[in-house]
């Protein structure tokens, strides 16, 4: 039941829900607004996770040589995952959204 509510929410009318606080959640996640090394130790798991890392605060590393290159390279392969996920994920996402579709006049 619990995920036919969550893609249920996908389906919206409007995307400025979305809109408005995902700019917010990049900023900070991705080390914009503080830099990630001064966020707590419990939040850093959370991080290393998430895309957001790859934005600023890895290129920012590697450019300073604060990172060695076998975790760079590391950095480099886990965006790719993502990007390749985001991609199946929106595949997946088009197509369902193409069987729901209702085109009205013509």
């Known amino acids: 039941m619990a995920t036919v509510m ?10 400025d829900g979305v809109n408005r606080i995902l ?6 996640f991705s080390g914009l607004t503080v830099p990630l090394p001064l966020l707590p130790d419990w ?13 600023a605060d890895t290129p920012f590393r590697i ?3 604060h990172m060695p290159l076998q975790e760079a390279v590391f950095a480099l392969v886990h965006q790719w995952l993502w ?3 985001m991609i ?3 595949y997946f996402l088009l197509q369902r959204g ?7 006049g013509g």
């Not at 700019?23 to 900070?28: G, T």
């Not at 939040?43 to 934005?55: D, E």
């Not at 193409?98 to 009205?104: F, N, R």
């Open 88 to 90: 199946l994920i929106g």
């Open 63 to 65: 450019y300073m040589g």
């Open 23 to 28: 700019p917010a959640a990049v900023f900070f």
């Open 43 to 55: 939040m850093q798991s959370l991080i290393a996770v998430l895309p957001f890392r790859g934005l």
């Open 98 to 104: 193409v069987q729901k579709l209702v085109v009205q």
């Open 83 to 85: 990007v390749g996920g």
């Open 6 to 15: 969550t893609i249920s929410l996908l389906w919206t009318v409007s995307g």
